[in-house]
């Protein structure tokens, strides 16, 4: 099994650059995620979504854009890089809402705005 | 501010010694996991926890929810460099606050030396 898949794993761009870091996952969960990890903040949601067509705000929404068009992907767009967009982004998934089990998570993106 | 706690921040210990790592909320958690992350990579799933009072174990770790729900540890007996990495816990906040969010605590960084 593929799990979660994310897309590009390194990416370097300019301020005020546009850019989409796509998720994937074969399981059939319903529950998608976004974080973003920077040194000593561990790992704080951005968006997340409870399944197609539902999307809301985490703990750090703003600059970042998400839809869910499929049950499989969960893209998450940046409009407008700025250099405090600089992190290491995890998509994560899980069967459904709330305490349903554990969270899978992709490799991670690396994405450094300069 | 982070609605999940953990402490100490930071860890060395020499091979061999046990530890503990704490996590701690000031709201009640509907479910409590606990990663880990070696340097650079993804992260792995450990533990969930559930019901006040509930211990788990593998291998030699052990983590604990206490009676209230608002406070995890987690311990290692005998530690091994293999043991090191970020260890990170994250609480359902569903339903009981009627959010999906599943969030995590800052992150403890464990070195193990010889």
């Known amino acids: 099994n593929a799990g979660v898949t994310q897309t590009p794993k390194f990416q370097v761009l300019k301020t005020g650059q546009s850019m989409t870091l796509q998720c994937a996952q074969d399981?059939?969960?319903?529950?998608m995620s976004w974080y973003r990890q920077d040194p000593g903040m561990g790992l704080r949601l951005i968006h997340y979504?409870?399944?197609?067509?539902?999307?809301d705000q985490g703990e750090v929404p703003n600059g970042y854009n998400v839809s869910r068009s499929t049950t499989e992907d969960f893209p998450l767009r940046l409009l407008s890089a700025a250099p405090s967009q600089t992190s290491v982004y995890f998509c994560?998934?899980?069967?459904?809402?709330?305490?349903?089990?554990?969270?899978?998570f992709g490799e991670g993106s690396r994405l450094t705005v300069l | 501010s982070q609605e999940l706690e953990q402490s100490p921040q930071s860890l060395i210990v020499q091979e061999g010694k046990n530890l503990t790592i704490n996590c701690t909320s000031s709201k009640t958690l509907y479910g409590l996991y606990w990663y880990k992350q070696k340097y650079g990579e993804g992260l792995i799933f450990l533990m969930m926890l559930q019901k006040g009072g509930e211990e788990k174990s593998h291998e030699k770790i052990t983590a604990k929810l206490d009676e209230k729900k608002q406070q995890s540890s987690l311990h290692i007996t005998a530690s091994q460099p293999s043991h090191a990495g970020i260890y990170l816990c994250?609480?359902?906040?569903?339903?009981?606050?009627?959010?999906?969010?599943?969030?995590f605590g800052t992150g403890t960084r464990l070195q193990v030396f010889p």
């Open positions: 994250g609480a359902d906040m569903w339903p009981r606050y009627n959010t999906d969010k599943l969030i």
């Open positions: 399981m059939n969960h319903e529950y």
């Open positions: 994560a998934s899980r069967f459904d809402r709330g305490n349903t089990g554990e969270l899978f």
């Open positions: 979504s409870v399944g197609a067509g539902i999307t």
